[in-house]
């Protein structure tokens, strides 16, 4: 499962202009909003997420994240951008595992022009791209800062818009995460897929962050606003 980007691949990706909402279009911006709350400090927790997102073999649901070679495993930075990436190859694996065909997938899967195949499907159609916008790590208490990550998303991807997660901290050594997407599809094909397939997988993404940094962090897996249904 691929997660290096080729030096061709990152070429593309740093042509690729931002995607701003534009409240002139006739498709409408909307918000998908999502809380969890953290039995952990603010610090703590978002250690945790951001050791979680870097993850060179970090899996979240059906979505890998593609870097270049010099990023893999490298925290992220203001202005880097990246890849996010469906597998096919997981949602193979996961959907023949335990069945009398799953060897016989897994031979499928080995074989290289099936491998190059399945890579250019989703490069071409099953993946977003995106830039860090904003990363606030240490904020600054007495100029009201939070906790703060924000990308916006670049052409290729079928939304224009961002997500920003914040995490505040709260009383008793907790933290709340509050996860922002502001969106606005960019044309009816990408409006009917995202409302109907997309948007779960986009929420399945958030959950699966977030519960991965809890455990990494060594704390009670966190209880949100995402039905249990989209993870």
Known sequence: MERELSPAAE??????????????????????????????????????????????????????????????????????????????????????????????VARLLAFWPIRKAMGWVEDRLLSDYAMIEQLVLSPDASRGEIHTLRYCYLEGTPIAGSTTYFVESRAGHKCLLRQVLEYQEINGLALAVFQRVTLKMHDQVVHVQIQKAAERAGIPSPVGTIPVGYT
């Open 11 to 104: 070429r593309k990706l740093m042509l690729r202009a931002p995607l701003p909402v534009d409240s002139r279009r006739s498709i409408a911006i909307k918000r998908d909003v999502h809380e969890y709350w953290i039995e952990a400090d603010a610090d703590l927790f978002v250690d945790a997420f951001r050791r979680v997102i870097a993850d060179p073999q970090g899996l979240f649901g059906l979505i890998r994240v593609k870097r270049p070679a010099g990023r893999m495993g490298i925290d992220f930075e203001p202005g880097e951008r990246f890849q996010g990436c469906y597998s096919i190859e997981e949602a193979l694996k996961r959907r023949f595992s335990g069945s009398r065909h799953q060897a016989r």
